[in-house]
């Protein structure tokens, strides 16, 4: 997404939802940071969330913006011609877990972007759709053959496009997008209705404990912009995925190595030198090692 639109505050006066987004319950909670927005933590869930979070009014503002913003084309085309390496593992390692997908099977990618994702689904052997909210990525994917369509993970206007319903899934991606969900208790109800029965979900999603938040602010707006609705743990995600009834096949910290989002800062300072041995990779290393990696991976199936 565009990073301009996420520090733009002036959508303020649109923080007014109170609730989790999973339990629906405005009361029941810790609070972990006061500023620059006020961020707590459900005790029933564990989610953490912005309180006030932001309401539908705010939601729909934020993406008609989002689409107003002009994208570098260049740029995103060349996510499509030279894919990225993490991109490519990360369809190795679903394909370990779900072989039976990559035979023509349907995957729905939940906020695709341009797509790089499917091509790579595609070129592994599945059959991806891909919806996204922003037109001119949708775009640049179409280009690329991809059947990507401008929707959301939601119910209502701008939501799931007409001509994906009555559609069912093998596989469901959310990657970094799980958090703008403002509703979870909808989007569950829309993943029972879209995957088919005994198909898989697979969630690549940066959590509140990452060694982020802990040295740069425990503000996860700051990051992820007003709109994201809630911010997991990896317990969290657990705690909600078992209470769905989802069989869990693995989850765990992203492998070290792979996008620990550190900023330069971060990456070229002493102590992480030290900690290090030279490069990022040796803080993402001993970020993995004290549990505080920065992105938690899900492979689960509905029982
Ligand atoms: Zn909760």
């Given at each position: ?40 933590k ?11 979070r932001?309401?539908h ?17 260049a740029k ?48 592994a ?21 991809l ?6 993970f ?25 958090y ?15 995957l ?25 707006s ?11 743990t ?32 971060v ?23 004290i ?10 199936s509905?029982?």
């Open positions: 997404m565009v990073k301009e639109v996420f520090w733009d505050h002036n959508f303020q006066e649109y923080m007014t939802v109170k609730d989790c987004p999973y339990c629906q319950d405005s009361a029941n909670y810790t609070e972990i940071a006061k500023k620059p927005q006020v961020v707590v459900c005790n029933t869930c564990g989610l953490y969330r912005l309180y006030p932001m309401n009014e705010g939601q729909i503002a934020m993406f008609k913006r989002y689409n107003e913003e002009k994208i570098d084309i995103w085309k060349n996510k499509l011609v030279n894919i990225d390496r993490h991109t490519l593992r990360e369809v190795e390692k679903i394909k370990q877990i779900f072989p039976q997908v990559f035979q023509n099977g349907r995957v729905l990618d939940v906020g695709c972007a341009e797509g790089a994702f499917d091509l790579a689904l595609k070129r052997g599945a059959n991806p759709t891909g919806i996204e909210p922003k037109g001119d990525l949708v775009e640049l994917g179409k280009e690329e053959g059947d990507l369509h401008v929707g959301r939601e119910l209502g206007a701008g939501g799931i496009p007409s001509d994906l319903e009555n559609h069912s899934f093998d596989l469901i991606c959310f990657r970094g997008t799980l703008y969900m403002p509703n979870l208790h909808q989007t569950f109800d829309l993943l029972n209705t879209y088919k029965p005994g198909g898989g979900l697979y969630i690549n999603i940066s959590v509140a404990t990452s060694i982020y938040f802990f040295f740069i602010s425990k503000d996860f700051q990051r992820l912009g007003l709109n994201a609705a809630s911010m997991p990896k317990k969290s995600l657990e705690y909600i995925l078992n209470r769905e009834g989802y069989k869990i096949h693995k989850i765990s910290y992203y492998w070290p190595g792979y996008a620990l989002n550190v900023p330069k800062w990456s070229k300072s002493f102590l992480h030198r030290i900690i290090g041995m030279g490069g990022r990779f040796g803080l993402s290393l001993f970020a993995y090692f549990r505080r990696g920065d992105r938690v991976v899900a492979y689960a509905k029982k």
